[in-house]
């Protein structure tokens, strides 16, 4: 499958929503418990945005304000955009998981949000995508078509 | 509070176990394919699996080893040529194999590596190191 062009930066700004969102969550309910919506929002947010990325919404904030007043600049790389959809749906997934625990056991809720949070600081800061590497495992054994 | 403490714990245990068993993995699969061999060659050369998926490998393993200079890299795609990915128990993009001239693994480097680090390993397969000589140094 043929390389496109990926802007790196609206994926930086991708995972920067997201852990400013669960740290926001995570602070911000210890003084005000409906903050926890948050979460659920966010799981939507991102399974939205994996299966039509006209509607991600810390992407087009990107696309839509921070990149025409250059506050952000674009970072083009040739690049494939599966795999980082495949990794934001997959975090869509395990906040889906984590909004279902949130009221009767907020403890593994809130576990599993901040684990996608790290997993997201991780890709921010380190460039490493866990969710990408899952992509590859899943195309290397043949599960998903991966190139 | 009691119930974000809890969490953080939670988290942060689960982030230092995954990351312990990453470090075991890498290990383990370090150890399985340290002297696999490969074709021979005049000087040592480096395996690069790559694919089409691997963000990294363009973005900071390319680059890295464009520094190099003349070294020799051979560029693996570890999904269409599954068979050299799993003789070198690569279960992560990028990999780089630092191979000796005559053809045996040196150093395995699962993730990206530094053009630095690439640089020390090639140094040590021009001096003939052999792996169990680098592994105890």
Known sequence: MALTTVDHSALKVNQTGIVATVLVAFIGSYFYRPLLVLIPLLAVVLLVGTFAPQLALFKQFYFKVLKPRGIVKPRPVQDRPEPHNFAQGLGGVFLVISSVFLLPVPVIGLALALLVAVLAFVNLAFGYCLGCQIYFQLGKRGLIRAS | ?137
């Open chain 2, 1 to 137: 509070m009691n119930t974000q403490l809890w969490a953080l714990a939670a988290a942060g245990t689960v982030v230092l176990a995954a990351a312990g068993l990453e470090a075991y993995r890498a290990a383990r699969a370090r150890r399985l394919a340290a002297g696999t061999t490969s074709a021979p060659a005049a000087e040592p050369y480096i395996l690069y699996f790559t694919g089409d998926n691997c963000t990294v490998c363009r973005t900071h393993q390319e680059p890295a080893l464009a520094k190099l200079g003349s070294v020799r890299v051979d560029k693996v795609d570890a999904v269409a040529e599954r068979e050299l990915a799993d003789r070198f128990h690569v279960y992560t993009l990028p990999t780089t194999v630092v191979m000796t001239a005559d053809g045996r693994a040196l150093h395995v480097n699962y993730g990206y590596a530094p053009a630095n680090k690439l640089d020390r390993q090639l140094a040590e397969a021009r001096s003939g190191l052999t792996l169990e000589q680098t592994a105890t140094a």
